[in-house]
């Protein structure tokens, strides 16, 4: 009897717990956002980048046909037209060969999904062919009426969750969700995506939707398919995007019960401290006690697609790509630490926050460009290019699940800790250089910093670090280097 209880009990818990589940195959660790790539050019990326450099997965912009606006914004693509796979990124059979060639090489993909709403007044043409006219709400690629849609009215008052969730974002036509008919849309087109292959879901805009009605969505999605290496029995990843920064009517904990969400305040909070804003010495409790949701519930982030250029939330401190030194800082501290399911940023390079994709002829996205130091070129920035980035990935994967030991501050803004024997960081956000014998809780040899370089043979193209048999090394950061960051770990030792 008890035994029964004991194993119903650990068999529940299995299941509420599998949408918190990134799925990535074992021995790899973060996921990248290419914002706005095609879907050719990713799965290159997976074969080529991402597999050998133990990346875990991959946030691809919407695949869903969008509606087609004048000056081709990125956020065209948030403006949903029909279910057809069908976009700037490419049609079905190139997404479907992506997922397939992700998936060989190690490399989860994971959809950001629009089902909030449909486009706005002025999306009439879509990207796949369909037409629309938003303004009677007439969907015919789905095919969508008025009888699906919410009554329109303006989202005027964050401080009424009726008036969030049942009215239109930005003029965005919104679905009602709790009609049987829309959800079985819906369902339909998620499950398609599982069978493709992928591995979950960004859920967009999920704080403007009930949570009752995405639990009922949800509980009828697919098993992930097992003829692309998923274990019978995997949930889709479920990540959703709900902006609370900690002020409104709306909670993130209505949906943490559902999955993870995307947490905004790790942005923010990560931002202010790189700044400058907030001592680094107070990262020593980095996780809930800054107001964030439950490690397993947080997908973590430096910067987003909307908040790099101040659509959204997150407001002037989030760093981006602009401010390079504190953007690799905050990247390597959130891929060092164990909190949270961290995704990186790989953006294009704006200057306009509308600002769509590099085009070859204004329509069509062009392919990044990638020069000999592996770095980005033709207007793609490629973060995750970025050596300081991808060799924290590394790390990440190198010390797995060794807790965090041997934490260390000048009680300022000098920091360092270890993941248990494992790997080491240490951080300087001061005007005056570190130079400090700090324990790195690693074996005693020779390892190279996989931040100035990386370990080439029996060689390393950057700065070594010396631990003595007692663990301890001598750290030295000068404030006019490159970077304020120094990282080794035992797949690094020369
Ligand atoms: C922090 O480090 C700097 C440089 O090593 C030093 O001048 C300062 O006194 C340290 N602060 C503390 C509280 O030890
Ligand atoms: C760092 O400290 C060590 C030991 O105190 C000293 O020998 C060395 O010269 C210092 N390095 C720099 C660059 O200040």
Redesign the pocket.
């Known amino acids: 009897m008890f035994l029964t209880k004991a194993l119903l009990a650990v068999a529940f818990l299995a299941l509420v717990n599998a949408q918190y589940w990134h799925n990535y195959k074992s021995g790899r660790n973060g996921m990248v956002h290419l914002f706005e790539w095609k879907w050719d050019d990713i799965a290159a990326e997976c074969e080529n980048f991402l597999g050998p450099y133990g990346f875990g997965g991959v946030q691809v912009s919407p695949v869903n046909e969008n509606a087609v606006i004048g000056s081709r914004p990125w956020w065209e693509r948030y403006q949903p037209i029909s279910y057809k796979l069908s976009t700037r990124s490419g049609n079905e059979q190139q997404f479907a060969s992506m997922v397939r060639r992700c998936n060989d090489a190690g490399v989860r993909i994971y959809v950001d999904v629009v089902f909030n709403h449909m486009a706005a007044d002025g999306g009439t043409s879509g990207t796949g062919g369909s037409t629309a006219d938003p303004g009677s709400k007439s969907f015919p690629g789905v095919p969508f009426s008025s009888l699906d849609f919410n009554p329109t009215c303006a989202i005027t008052n964050y401080a009424d969750p009726t008036n969030v969730r049942n009215c239109e974002l930005v003029g965005l036509r919104d679905l009602n969700q709790g009609n049987s008919y829309v959800r079985d849309k819906i369902v339909d087109f998620l499950n398609h995506l599982t069978d493709l292959g992928v591995a979950g879901f960004r859920v967009d805009a999920a704080k403007h939707m009930w949570p009752g009605d995405l639990q009922a969505i949800y509980s009828r999605l697919n098993n992930l398919n097992t003829a692309h290496g998923f274990s019978s029995g995997a949930r889709p990843y479920i990540f959703q995007e709900v902006i609370d920064l900690g002020n409104e009517a709306i909670s993130k904990s209505e949906y943490t019960g559902l999955g993870a969400v995307t947490e905004f305040r790790h942005s923010d909070s990560i931002g202010k401290v790189f700044r400058g804003k907030d001592q680094l010495r107070y990262l020593n409790n980095w996780g809930t006690a800054w107001g964030f949701a439950d490690s397993d519930a947080s997908l973590v982030f430096v910067d987003n697609h909307d908040n790099q250029r101040g659509h959204g939330a997150g407001g002037a401190d989030v760093l981006t790509y602009k401010v390079p030194k504190q953007y690799k800082m905050a990247s390597a501290f959130m891929l060092a630490h164990p909190f949270g399911t961290p995704r990186v940023m790989s953006s294009f390079a704006f200057d306009n926050t509308d600002q769509g994709p590099p085009t070859t002829d204004g329509h069509n996205i062009a392919s990044p460009i990638f020069n000999s130091d592996m770095s980005c070129g033709g207007g793609w920035v490629c973060e995750h290019r970025w050596r300081q980035i991808y060799n924290m990935v590394g790390f990440r994967n190198a010390v797995g699940d060794a807790r965090l030991q041997n934490w260390w501050d000048n009680g300022s803004n000098q920091i360092a800790f270890s993941r248990g024997s494992e790997g080491f960081v240490a951080f300087n956000n001061d005007n005056y250089?570190l130079?400090s014998?700090l324990q790195t809780g690693l074996p005693a040899g020779t390892y190279c910093d996989v931040i100035s370089g990386f370990k080439s043979g029996s060689s390393c193209t950057g700065k070594t670090i010396q631990v003595g048999s007692d663990g301890r090394a001598?750290i030295?950061i000068?404030t006019s280097e490159e970077d304020g960051v120094v990282a080794i770990h035992v797949n690094a030792k020369l």
């Open positions: 250089d130079n014998s001598n030295y000068g």
